[in-house]
């Protein structure tokens, strides 16, 4: 197995979709992926396999804002992330992450955030695995479920 992890690019769109709907219950549209392609398309990663698209991370860097101002300090968020369900289990989703943590860094990203659902338990294993911590709870983030808040220090 070749995996390479790069950037989005228009062509891996079908195959986003396809996973993208085999993975969450409330799929994200097309325009939706189009439009993080277009705003952030270097956080926006792809794990390929000669031609296949095998799962995706889309992250972004936000600015800490304290009373209205940009604070110096920047923290890197995990928007959303999945993988082919046949290829799961296989490291390709700590694949992505490592990736678009490196990238987070690189733009002087000092810790990486993330929601998941409460029901999520493999998801909740996978980020633990990663070195994320459980630091706080969203209540009715989701229509019909809390949100668990998960982070790790990139320093
Ligand atoms: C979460 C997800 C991205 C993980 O991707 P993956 O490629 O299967 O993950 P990896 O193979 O890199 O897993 C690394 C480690 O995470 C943990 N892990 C991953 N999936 C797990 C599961 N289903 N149950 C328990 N632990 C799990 C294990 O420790 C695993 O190591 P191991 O396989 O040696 O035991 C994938 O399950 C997925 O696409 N889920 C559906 C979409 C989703 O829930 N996204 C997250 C939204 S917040």
New binding site residues.
Partial sequence: MRVEIRSFREEDLEGILR?ERL??RDPWPRTFFSYISRKAPDLFLVAEEEGAVL?YVIGEVREVMLSGLPHRLKMGH?V????A?E???????????LEVERRFRERKATRST????ES????R??Y???GYEETGRVRAYYLDEDAIIMTKNLA
């Fill in positions: 996973i993975s969450f799962g995990i959303n992330i999945a993988v369900p290829r799961r289990r296989s490291g390709i989703g700590s694949m992505l992450m993330l929601e998941v659902r999520n338990s493999a998801a294993s996978f633990k695995n990663l």
